[in-house]
């Protein structure tokens, strides 16, 4: 139906600075809203940010001012650029979105597989 792809995870020195894409294809009417969430062992997957249709953007405290939301509706890609990284940031992240299907009348949940982000100290 939807496949989102990650990509742009690695090892950054604290301080550093990653670009995350997140690519969706498929059977793709319109997408609603695109978010990252990340996940650390151990713990629950949490919301990093998020961007609507509209471009109105959501962050978590923890990133506020640091990383920066945005996407591309004509290639349904979302962007994350995290600048200002702290080794507490290692996670793996995942891309999000919601999704009216080609001859749907509601949305679905879409995941990616998740890339890592590394931040050594």
């Known amino acids: 139906q939807v496949q989102l792809v990650e990509s742009g995870g690695g090892l950054v020195q604290a301080g550093g600075s990653l670009r995350l894409s997140c690519a969706a294809s498929?059977?793709?009417?319109?997408?609603?809203?695109m978010a990252w969430y990340r996940q650390t062992p151990g713990n629950q997957r949490e919301l990093v940010a998020s961007?609507?249709?509209?471009?109105?953007?959501n962050y978590a405290d923890s990133v506020k001012g640091r990383f920066t939301a945005s996407r591309d509706n004509a290639e349904n890609t979302a962007f994350l650029q995290m600048s200002g990284l702290k080794p507490e940031d290692t996670a793996v992240y995942y891309c999000?979105?919601?999704?009216?299907?080609?001859?749907?009348?509601?949305?679905?949940?879409?995941w990616g597989p998740g890339t890592q982000v590394t931040v050594s100290s």
């Open positions: 498929g059977s793709i009417f319109s997408i609603n809203t």
């Open positions: 961007i609507n249709s509209g471009d109105t953007t």
């Open positions: 999000y979105a919601f999704v009216v299907l080609r001859g749907r009348a509601t949305a679905s949940a879409f």
